[in-house]
């Protein structure tokens, strides 16, 4: 299906969004280039094509919208991919992370975060819209690396992975440490341990 246009498009009122694409990226652009507060349901409904009416029969409130459209940039930027060895995912999954923060994902994460803080239905669609699915497939890959031996560390999976991604929003949010490629990779072995079989990996 073809792409809307987005800052030309007109107005298709009283049809249902035909392109959740269009309204996620009208999103990110708002969000990118006016702030969080100024990437209104108004604006980005205008953004996209359609009417705010129809707009709120998909997504009932800003939150909502701007975790999707988190969750939509993460897929891209940074996937999550259980189809590889554990080690190799979350390496893999770090890096593109760590890379991605430089970018749009850096911006719209940090304008996700500021809206989540001052309203608590953002907060909400945030962790479940977004942290609850990302951090439930990132626990699983890290569970899975434990019962094979790409990974030897002490405790749970879930307390391993809060520790790691913990230290990547910390040090993105606040401007502390280093966020380079070569630093991620030092905190997953520093956190996951990597087994006798991953030793020699990079």
Do not use: C
């Amino acid at each position: 299906m073809a792409k809307a246009a987005r800052a030309e498009a007109p107005k298709r009122r009283g049809r249902p969004p035909t392109d959740e694409q269009a309204v996620l990226d009208a999103a990110i652009d708002l969000v990118k280039n006016e702030g969080a507060a100024l990437a209104t349901m108004d604006a980005i409904a205008r953004r996209a094509g359609i009417t705010k009416i129809t707009l709120y029969r998909r997504w009932p409130s800003k939150g909502t919208l701007l975790a999707d459209a988190l969750l939509h940039e993460l897929r891209k930027t940074a996937p999550l991919d259980t189809s590889v060895p554990p080690y190799d995912a979350i390496v893999g999954h770090v890096i593109a992370f760590t890379r991605g923060l430089s970018g749009t994902l850096g911006v719209l994460f940090e304008r996700v975060i500021a809206e989540s803080l001052t309203d608590a239905d953002a907060r909400v669609a945030f962790r479940d819209r977004y942290l609850a699915l990302r951090r439930q497939t990132a626990i699983q890959i890290i569970r899975r690396g434990l019962a094979d031996g790409s990974f030897d560390f002490p405790g749970t999976a879930e307390e391993r992975h809060d520790e790691l991604y913990g230290a990547l929003f910390y040090r993105f949010l606040f401007k502390v440490g280093s966020l380079s490629e070569a630093a991620a990779v030092k905190l997953v072995r520093n956190v996951l341990q990597p087994g006798p079989t991953r030793q020699g990996a990079s």
